[in-house]
């Protein structure tokens, strides 16, 4: 077995002093991590409160009650009538004159800025909200850069227990329409331009065209994405009330991808998120005081509102606005080394391609500040897990998996459990996740549908507009009665930890075999003339034909192809060898860093493009036209 890291300071970590803090208040003794996870999914109640507890969270009013079950789990109530504000947690480890934020774009030097400097920033965008009428309760919608401007237009919303949501300046206006339209909004936040691949767009047009098409919007705040306005000398503290919102009151609507529909939007509960996000940064992620946290990724992707989580631990928040790969694929880790990054998180592809090209940039003489790397929206191939382990020895992979559903993970990392390559390290503690078979039943060693058999106070309070639950309960529960089914295929090693398989619409089955699409991809990730692949399985009735497109500077010849199946009929299965083979211009993507697959899959079957893709919620929109070639070149040929 792959076993590339174990911890050498698990007795100092995070989650060493939880563990002795539940084994002293409840007289326990865990002998494994194993022990801990089983105990607190098994004392829901308990668990809960504990966290509460140990990151002493700060009730304006008294729960009644810590939780009270229901099925299905959106009937579950969660500290009944306790009364908090998110602000105030994220403001307690402000100190006058200490570094908050730490950014850098495509063209910029790195900025370091003050928390007197972003709570004066705060206070003027505070300032023109009450000037706007907005309160308790009511929407702002941002427009906006991963820039210093919006997490000081987030604290300055939520201390007034409003309602935030967001969209990054790369979606279209029917995509930002199509969000915020559901969620009347009443102040539109927005950049007037932003620099992205060595490009300058400017936002004066979208704007307008947002203004007329949002009639609820009555105001308008823009920002110039410089820091002319901001005051970088400032002495200012703080002296603006932090608003009290209920547990269970939203703290922002996140929405769905998109690309099939309309988008969900999805609503999050303030309570929630606030012990959510103290679990997973500081027990699963080990975030301590005085670390710097960097997540590449724009204000559209729940893991932006998963990174401000760092500042509940004390950390100081670091933001790079632009392309990864801008003008190379070393551009962040370069940042990495030059801010000091302690935990560097990315989508697995920026790990993917970085150990192709064996960047240079990954040194460890240069990145040993680096003590977790964070990887997701997309499983990180065996073949990375192990590059990157070789180039950062005593730096912990932290893979996760979990979604905009829950704006954290089920699935992560811990300091007590070594990390074998491929595999995500845990369950975190209070996610009940088990793999279930077709006929409902629990697995272990096989591969199945992921399933969370218990409430989670993360999941969401509602879909925006979802009268009576329809399209929450059709998302989660309708496949299998009484739990929470997420949509993954994954296979638990009671050694190794979980793997991830892929989503399970997407998952291929060749005459009864099953395996996800991510162990097609882990293969080809091992091809270095490969620089990304999508792969689908078409279903024609009885017929399927496995369809793999790939993207390389390569001729794609009959060798190529032979080299190809050769390794996928070794390393997988002699029976998910790909039909054809097709090289394209680029790989489909969703702007959140999703491989388009299920889309894909429905264009090939003759769907209309506007029937399963929004194009402005996608990254490359341009690609498309290469798979409606394929389509209609090679429709006719592959139903036979």
């Known amino acids: 077995m792959d076993k590339i890291w174990v911890s050498k300071n698990y007795e100092s970590s995070n989650l060493f002093e939880f563990e002795s803090f539940i084994s002293k208040k409840y007289n326990l003794n865990f002998s494994n991590y194993g022990e801990l996870h089983q105990w607190s999914i098994t004392n829901l109640e308990n668990f809960w409160e504990s966290i509460a507890e140990f990151y002493k969270i700060e009730f304006d009013q008294k729960y009644d009650f810590v939780l009270k079950k229901n099925i299905p789990f959106y009937k579950t109530e969660w500290f009944k009538n306790a009364e908090l504000s998110y602000s105030n947690h994220i403001l307690r480890h402000a100190k006058k004159g200490e570094t908050a934020i730490i950014y850098k774009n495509e063209s910029d030097t790195i900025i370091e800025i003050s928390w007197n400097s972003l709570l004066e920033k705060v206070k003027k965008i505070r300032e023109s909200l009450v000037g706007f009428g907005i309160s308790k309760g009511d929407v702002v919608a941002g427009y906006l850069l991963n820039h210093p401007d919006t997490i000081a237009s987030f604290i300055a919303v939520n201390s007034l227990g409003a309602i935030w949501s967001c969209c990054s ?33 400017e936002q004066k047009d979208k704007i307008n065209d947002l203004e007329k098409k949002l009639p609820s919007v009555k105001n308008t705040i823009l920002f110039d994405s ?7 000398q400032s002495n200012y503290w703080i002296d603006f009330e932090l608003k009290s919102v209920k547990f269970n009151d939203p703290i922002w609507v996140l929405f769905s991808s998109g690309t099939t529909g309309k988008p969900k939007a999805i609503t999050h509960g303030t309570g929630g998120i606030l012990l959510e996000q103290y679990k997973s940064h500081s027990l699963h992620q080990n975030i301590i005081k005085g670390d710097r946290f960097f997540w590449n990724t724009t204000t559209g992707w729940m893991m932006w509102n998963y990174a401000i989580g760092s500042f509940l631990c004390g950390a100081t928040l670091c933001l790079y606005d632009g392309a990864a790969n801008y003008p190379d694929i070393g551009a962040q880790w370069r940042f990495a080394k030059d801010a000091k990054i302690n935990h560097f998180g990315n989508g697995s592809p920026l790990f993917i391609a970085s150990m192709k090209q064996n960047i240079k940039d990954v040194n460890d003489s240069d990145l040993n500040c680096i003590k977790t790397i964070g990887a997701t929206g997309s499983p ?19 893979s996760l998996s979990g979604g905009t559903d829950v704006c954290s993970a089920f699935i992560g990392g811990c300091t007590k459990l070594p990390v074998f390559a491929g595999f995500l390290q845990c369950k975190m503690l209070g996610a009940s996740i088990e793999a279930w078979n077709d006929k409902g039943k629990k697995i272990v060693g096989e591969t199945g549908e992921l399933v969370i058999t218990e409430p989670l106070p993360s999941m969401p309070l509602f879909f925006w507009g979802d009268i009576n639950f329809e399209k929450y309960h059709d998302s989660y529960f309708e496949k299998n009665k009484g739990v929470w089914t997420h949509g993954d295929w994954i296979l638990i090693d009671d050694q190794r930890g979980i793997l991830m398989q892929g989503r399970s619409d997407a998952t291929l089955n060749r005459n009864g075999i099953r395996i996800g699409t991510s162990e097609i991809y882990s293969v080809l990730d091992s091809i270095s003339e490969i620089k990304d692949s999508l792969i689908i399985d078409l279903n024609f009735g009885s017929n399927s034909k496995l369809i793999l497109f790939i993207e390389t500077k390569l001729k794609l010849d009959a060798e190529f192809k032979n080299k190809i199946n050769s390794k996928i009929r070794k390393e997988c299965s002699p029976r998910h060898t790909p039909n054809l083979i097709f090289s394209i211009s680029q790989i489909p ?52």
């Open 380 to 398: 990180l191939s065996i073949e990375a897990f192990k590059w990157l382990q070789k180039k950062l020895p005593d730096t912990q992979i932290v």
């Open 169 to 201: 300046p790369d979606f279209g206006v029917e995509s930002i329409v199509n969000r915020f339209n559901q969620l009347d909004p009443k102040v539109l936040l927005a950049h007037k331009s932003y620099l992205y691949n060595g490009k300058l767009y």
């Open 226 to 232: 410089s820091f002319n306005s901001w005051n970088f």
């Open 589 to 640: 993507y969703t702007i959140s860093g999703k491989k388009m697959e299920i889309p894909i899959k429905k264009i090939l079957l003759g769907k209309s493009v506007d029937d399963v893709i929004s194009k402005g919620a996608m990254k490359n929109p341009e690609c498309i036209e290469d798979y409606l070639k394929v389509r209609n070149q090679y429709l006719e040929s592959l139903d036979q």
